[in-house]
Nanobody
């Protein structure tokens, strides 16, 4: 069973930066895609970014493209989300997700039900 643990959330001023981390553990790690989602109060969980676990391919939502960078360290089984130029609308609970979906259909990458494994999330609050 894959277990995901997020860290790095916190309070930051608008325009600032924050880096989230996701640690993956578990015996059998047959993962093809990992991603970040977020959920703001009263809203549905939305896709943020995804990364191909077996290559350097990445995919971003339009709302974060150019400001956020997703990366990974396969040996450490870690995934990261570097968030720059943060805005108040980035305030949300951020979740790490992993799944066996192939990194070929961008529409699938943004669907939360395509990911089998989820962390508990970490809160990011951006003050204006």
């Amino acid at each position: 069973q894959v277990r995901l643990t997020e860290s790095g959330g916190g309070l930051v001023q608008a325009g600032g930066s924050l880096t989230l981390s996701c640690a993956a553990s578990g015996g059998s790690f047959h993962i093809y895609t990992m991603g970040w989602f977020r959920q703001a109060p009263g809203l549905e969980r939305e896709f943020v970014a995804a990364i191909n676990w077996n290559s350097k391919s990445t995919y971003y939502s339009d709302s974060v493209k150019g400001r956020f960078t997703i990366s990974k360290d396969n040996l450490k089984r870690m995934m990261y989300l570097q968030m720059n130029s943060l805005k108040s609308e980035d305030t949300a609970h951020y979740y790490c997700a992993a799944g066996t979906l192939p990194f070929t259909d961008f529409a699938r990458l943004a669907r939360e039900y395509e990911y089998a494994h989820w962390g508990q999330g970490t809160q990011v609050t951006v003050s204006s």
